[in-house]
């Protein structure tokens, strides 16, 4: 299968190259010194389920260079997602499917109005992974899995074949027939706990160690839970208890990406996450106190400094 990987951060990187290892024709975006390094030294993923390293990686900033794909890995910051789509069309053919592997849940609907529905499906990546140095993604944890399916829940050749590459390739994954509640189950857990880790300023173990904090991580997600269901997502009746398990089961050390992008002085997802549960809590008649009150603290730094 031929895919192109857009962008080669921790979610594209990893997925990636666990494809291309196993043999399948994967090109990497990228820019800057990661992509100089990956051009020069190859790619390389640390990981508690086996290191990678491919030394022979095609890699460029110009998806034109790649030409139309089986399939795009579409794995970018959410600020980047409309531009990031745009640079997709050199990669697109009749039957390319545009697989997006974001935080939140504008990711599918975003592409279908950048690129058209014949082209935009719904993802769901489940890791905690980062680019540790240009050119070498490391994963925390050993957790990592992908969900995928049709916006309309059909199931199509492209995704089924794309679900045979992900079996080759050793990933975990899941061909869904409703991405919309793959995408809100993510979004429960996602949004308190990218809210209150980036509000601490602090891995997930010393906030779980706390009583009042996994009082607020529940309520945070209670609050998603409750929004979702109002939008007309039929989320599962034991959704939070299985999360809470889930949220149980994370390394103590794990960050969430928007804590990690808070360090390193980058643009936070907020509006898109805690940020988006308060709106469309607003809109639904649904309250979201504590998902405001997230929002608010990291509201100051979206751009990625302290706003003056």
Known sequence: MKIAVMATGGVGGYFGANLAKAGHEVSFIARGRHLDTICKDGLKVESPNGNIHLKSTVATDNPADIGPVDVVIFAVKLADMEPAAEACRPLLRDGTAVIPFLNGVDAPETLV??????????????????????????????????????????????????????????????????????????????????????????????????????????????????VGKARGIALPDDLMERQLHFFNGLPDEMKASMLVDLEAGKALEAPWLSGAVTRMGREAGVATPVNDTLYAILQPYAAGTLLP
């Open 113 to 226: 109005r950048v690129l058209g529905p014949e082209y935009a499906c719904g993802g769901v990546a489940y890791i905690s992974a980062l680019i540790s140095a240009p050119g070498c993604i490391r994963q925390v944890g050993e957790f990592a899995r992908l969900v995928f399916g049709e916006i309309d829940g059909r199931r199509s050749k492209r995704l089924q074949a794309f679900e045979t590459a992900c079996a080759d390739s050793g990933i975990n994954h899941l061909y869904s027939d409703d991405i919309d509640v793959a995408l809100w189950e993510k979004f429960s857990v996602l949004v308190p706990m990218s809210g209150i880790t980036a509000g601490a300023r602090c891995p997930i173990g010393p906030i779980r160690a706390e009583p009042l904090g996994r009082k607020v991580f529940k309520a945070a997600m209670a609050e998603v839970i409750a």
